[in-house]
């Protein structure tokens, strides 16, 4: 895919455009019938709109729908494959981030990880049915 787009009136195809508008991230940009979402995206200058879980800049990578690194939300649904999207007029694309799921992730894991440890020391440190009774009443129980 070319971020390049050939103006109709210097075109040898001699094709006549219908132009359309996408809001993307709040700002409207233009396109025409025929392109894709992620063309439109690319002749706007937008070269990416996803943000990997290692906080990595994501867009086209294959074009073709195979690798999703071109997933965004369109019109409220998420993980939408712009290469394979026509766009239509009036869509919405909002950028997605991985990042922050991914941070929620590991902020979870690390809570669990906590939870298990503490549970492990608890254990562990917890005196046994033998140990939690005083050494006075051991002899009361043995002498009966």
């Not at 971020?3 to 940009?29: A, K, Q």
């Not at 233009?30 to 943000?51: E, F, M």
Request: include cysteine.
């Amino acid at each position: 895919m070319s971020s390049t787009v050939i103006p109709p009136d210097s075109d040898p195809v001699g094709r006549s455009d219908r132009p359309l508008s996408v809001v993307i991230d709040g700002t409207e940009v233009q396109g025409v019938h025929g392109q894709t979402l992620a063309s439109v995206l690319l002749a706007n200058d937008r070269p990416h709109w996803r943000t990997a879980p290692n906080g990595t800049a994501r867009g086209v990578f294959c074009g073709i729908g195979i690798c999703f690194d071109c997933v965004a939300t369109v019109n409220g649904v998420p993980d939408i494959r712009l290469c394979r999207r026509p766009a239509r007029d009036g869509d919405t694309v909002t950028t997605q981030s991985r990042v922050a799921a991914s941070a929620d992730r590991r902020a979870a894991l690390v809570a669990s990880e906590h939870q298990a440890e503490t549970m492990r020391q608890r254990t562990t440190d917890a005196p046994s049915a033998h140990e939690a009774v005083s050494p006075s009443e051991r002899t009361s129980e043995v002498r009966g």
